[in-house]
C-alpha cells in the first residue's frame, strides 16, 4: 500500500537567496516524492522567514502537524533536524507524539528515520547544537543591533509606516499622499477631535491604512500621534526581545537602554505641532485620571460578539439609570460615543440566560448534536466544493498513472515524448489536487472536528447553572448580532461572511421567551 507523503521546507530569512532556497527545497521534494512508486504525493508544507526556535508562529509546519495527528499523513520528508526544529524540547515531544501516531519523519541529511529508536539520544544531541546554533545566531544579531544603536546608526521599516516610503537608491522619503493623512490626524486632534472621532471620519472619507484597509482603530490613531519618527526622530530599541525561542518583542521599560537620534530622516510634522499634540494629550490624560469609566470588560467576551452591519466587535457597557435590558448590555463598538452604526445594544441579561439554555439543550442532546452538526457539515457548500474537487482532481491523476502504467515497457521515442507530456500534467494536477487533500485534511475535516466537540460535551452530564461553568468559546467560534432578538452562534466549522452568505437557510434556530419578548439564536456550522 502506498504511504501519504509530504515534506517539510522552511527558511528563516526572508532574503532573495533564501527565497531561492526555499523553492529549490520545494521542487526537489515535489520531483522526489512523485518519482517513488511507492509515494503518495500529498503536499509540501513551507514556512518562508520563520524561524524554527518555535513552532508557534510556524503556520504550515502546525497545520502539517495536524494533519498528521487526524491520520492523513504517513511520512514526512524534512532536510535536517535544524529546519524541524532547533528547539530540543520541541524536537522530541513532536518526533514521539508522531511516532505514537505511526507517522515517519526522514531527516534527510542526517540520515535519520524517527522510527528507529535508537537515534532518540542522537535527536537530543543534533537538536541542542542547533538550538545552541540559533542562540549564537541571535546573540550576535542583538550585539550588533546594539552596537549599530549606540553609534546612532539606524534603518527604519517604512513597510508598517503610513506616510515614508524609500526611493531608487533607499533613501527615505516622504510619500505625499500619505503624509496629508498623517497630518489631518494631527489637525483634527488639535481642533478638538477625540481618536475614535478622528477614525470615523477617516472611515467616512475613505482614507486608508498602511494595510489598505479603511477600518482605524483607536490604536491605530494613538500610535500616529505618539510617533517621534513624524517628526524627523527615532528612539532606539523601544522594544527588545528577551528569548530567543519565543520571539516574541518586549516593551522596553528600562531593562536596556535606549538612544535619541535627532533628524534621522524628512519630517511630516514640524517640532511645535508635535510638542502641541503631546501636551495636549498629557493634559487630557491627566482630566480622566482616576476616573471610573463607565465601560467594563467581560473578558469571557472579549471580540466574542461582532456586529453583522460594520464588522466591528460589541463592547460591554454599563449604564445604572437604564432598565433592566440596557443596564447591563453590549454595544457595537462604533456606537460607543454616538450613534453611527445601524446595530442596535444586546442585553446581558438576554444574552447570557439564553447562552446558558442553548449550552443545557446542547449537553443534554449531546449525542443527537453530533449527529446533526455533521449532517449540517456535510451540507456545507465550501466543503462540498472541496471534496467535489479533491475528487475530480484524484480521478484525472489515477488516469494518468495508469497511462503512463500502460507506457512504462514502451521505449520508442513517440512514446518517451508521450511520458514526458504526461509526467509534466501529473506533476501539475497532484500539486493542485495537494491544496484540497490538506484543506480535507486540517479546516474541512468533519471527523476531526466532531471529535473535538465530542470531547468537550463528554466531560459534561448534567445541566450547568452559570455559563461560565462551561467553555463556551471552545464550543463556539464566535456571536453574529443580526438584532436585540436575532444572534447567530458559530462553531466555527469554516469561517462564514454573513454578507454574502445566505447561510441561515440551513441553520438550526433555537427560540427562547424572556416575558412578552421572543429571542432567536441561531446555530451555524
Known amino acids: 500500500m502506498r504511504k ?5 521546507a522552511r527558511v528563516s530569512t526572508k532574503e532573495d537567496l533564501q527565497l531561492n532556497s526555499l523553492d529549490n527545497q520545494v521542487g526537489v521534494y515535489v520531483e522526489e516524492i512523485i518519482a517513488n512508486s511507492n509515494y503518495n504525493f500529498i503536499g509540501i508544507y513551507a514556512d518562508w522567514g520563520k524561524s524554527g526556535t518555535s513552532t508557534h508562529a510556524r503556520d504550515e509546519f502546525n497545520e502539517m502537524i495536524e494533519a ?55 535527536l537530543s544531541i543534533m537538536s541542542a547544537f542547533a538550538e545552541e546554533e540559533a542562540r549564537q545566531i541571535s546573540e550576535n544579531i542583538k550585539w ?32 505625499e499622499d500619505e503624509a496629508e493623512i498623517i497630518r489631518l490626524i494631527y489637525k483634527l486632534y488639535l481642533d478638538g477631535y477625540g481618536i475614535a472621532r478622528i477614525g470615523r471620519h477617516l472611515e467616512s472619507e475613505g482614507y ?3 494595510t489598505g484597509n479603511t477600518n482605524w482603530t483607536n490604536g491605530t490613531i494613538v500610535n500616529i500621534l505618539e510617533n517621534e519618527k513624524y517628526k524627523g526622530d527615532a528612539t532606539l530599541q523601544k522594544t527588545f526581545t528577551p528569548d530567543f525561542k519565543s ?10 537602554p535606549m538612544y535619541k537620534v535627532f ?31 463607565k465601560y467594563r470588560s467581560r473578558s469571557e467576551y472579549t ?31 462604533s456606537n460607543l460615543r454616538e450613534k453611527v452604526c445601524k446595530a442596535d445594544m444586546v442585553s446581558l441579561s438576554v444574552l447570557e440566560p439564553s447562552l446558558l439554555k442553548l449550552i443545557n439543550l446542547v449537553i443534554k442532546q449531546k449525542r443527537n448534536f453530533s449527529k446533526d452538526i455533521e449532517e449540517l457539515m456535510l451540507k456545507n457548500e465550501k466543503y462540498i466544493y472541496v471534496k ?27 512514446n518517451e515524448a508521450l511520458k514526458g507530456q504526461l509526467k509534466a500534467e501529473l506533476k501539475e494536477l497532484l500539486i493542485e489536487r495537494s491544496k484540497y487533500y490538506k484543506l480535507l485534511a486540517t479546516s474541512y475535516n468533519i471527523e476531526a472536528f466532531i471529535k473535538r466537540k465530542r470531547a468537550l460535551l463528554e466531560k459534561f452530564n448534567e445541566p450547568i447553572e452559570d455559563v461560565n461553568e462551561f467553555p463556551f468559546r471552545e464550543l463556539f467560534s464566535g456571536v453574529t448580532v443580526l438584532s436585540p432578538s436575532e444572534v447567530v452562534f458559530h462553531l466555527g466549522f469554516i469561517d462564514h461572511n454573513i454578507e454574502k452568505e445566505p447561510y441561515l437557510e440551513s441553520a438550526v434556530p433555537y427560540i427562547f421567551r424572556r416575558g412578552k419578548k421572543t429571542f432567536t439564536f441561531y446555530l451555524v456550522v
Open 4 to 8: 501519504n507523503v509530504c515534506a517539510y
Open 68 to 122: 498528521a495527528r487526524n491520520g492523513f499523513i504517513d511520512l514526512i520528508l524534512v532536510k535536517s533536524i535544524s529546519r524541524f526544529s532547533r528547539n530540543t524540547v520541541d524536537s522530541l515531544s513532536l518526533v514521539n507524539e508522531l511516532r505514537n501516531l505511526g507517522v515517519e519523519i526522514l531527516f534527510e541529511n542526517d540520515n535519520i528515520s524517527s522510527f528507529d529508536l535508537s537515534i532518540d539520544m542522537m
Open 144 to 175: 550588533s543591533h546594539r552596537r549599530r544603536m549606540r553609534e546612532g546608526k539606524y534603518t527604519i521599516a517604512t513597510k508598517q509606516m503610513l506616510g515614508f516610503t524609500r526611493d531608487e537608491n533607499d533613501n527615505l522619503i516622504i510619500d
Open 208 to 210: 486608508k491604512t498602511v
Open 247 to 256: 520571539n516574541r518583542s518586549k516593551e522596553n521599560t528600562g531593562e536596556l
Open 263 to 293: 533628524d534621522t530622516h524628512p519630517a511630516i510634522i514640524d517640532d511645535e505641532t508635535f510638542d502641541k499634540v503631546r501636551e495636549l494629550r498629557r493634559v487630557k490624560s491627566i482630566k480622566y485620571k482616576g476616573k471610573k469609566s
Open 303 to 333: 471580540s466574542f460578539l461582532t456586529c453583522y452591519y460594520c464588522g466591528k466587535n460589541f463592547n460591554y457597557k454599563t449604564n445604572k439609570n437604564a432598565s433592566e435590558y440596557g443596564e447591563k448590555h453590549f454595544a457595537c463598538s
Open 388 to 414: 467535489n474537487s479533491y475528487e475530480h482532481l484524484n480521478a484525472k491523476v489515477q488516469e494518468l498513472e495508469e497511462k503512463l502504467k500502460e507506457l512504462k515497457n514502451d521505449s520508442n521515442s513517440f
